[in-house]
Nanobody
Framework: QVQLVESGGGSVQAGGSLRLSCAASGRTFSNYIMGWFRQAPGKEREFVAG????????YYADSVKGRFTISRDNDKKTVYLQMNSLKPEDTAVYYCAADPYSGSVFSAVVRIRHAGQYDYWGQGTQVTVSS
């Protein structure tokens, strides 16, 4: 139904920046949330940032707040993650995800931080930050 493709990953030194993109194709959702998650070796997948598409409301993990910015482009059906002031602990595979919802905005806010609530996932893109 929906395909998500991440791009923009790579290797940078600490303090550098990267911009990740996630392009959606196929069937378009009317109401949905999109999120960025990351997974480092030996660790669980964790929430990084999310956005309620229709409103543009954004949410961030405490570990990235002030450094990362999530945004979207309606015409291109693309969500972005601008990552600044990167740290070695940001090293991980980054995944974008999408989930349609039919409930209230409050329901979307509750769901947005939890990987288990998302139906669609990209293949991931590697981000490596060296010291």
């Amino acid at each position: 139904q929906v395909q998500l493709v991440e791009s923009g990953g790579g290797s940078v030194q600490a303090g550098g920046s990267l911009r990740l993109s996630c392009a959606a194709s196929g069937r378009t959702f009317s109401n949905y949330i999109m999120g960025w998650f990351r997974q480092a070796p030996g660790k669980e997948r964790e929430f990084v940032a999310g956005i309620i598409w229709s409103l543009g409301s954004t949410y961030y993990a405490d570990s990235v707040k002030g450094r990362f910015t999530i945004s979207r482009d309606n015409d291109k059906k693309t969500v972005y993650l601008q990552m600044n002031s990167l740290k070695p602990e940001d090293t991980a595979v980054y995944y974008c995800a999408a989930d349609p919802y039919s409930g209230s905005v409050f329901s979307a806010v509750v769901r947005i931080r939890h990987a288990g609530q998302y139906d669609y996932w990209g293949q991931g893109t590697q981000v490596t930050v060296s010291s």
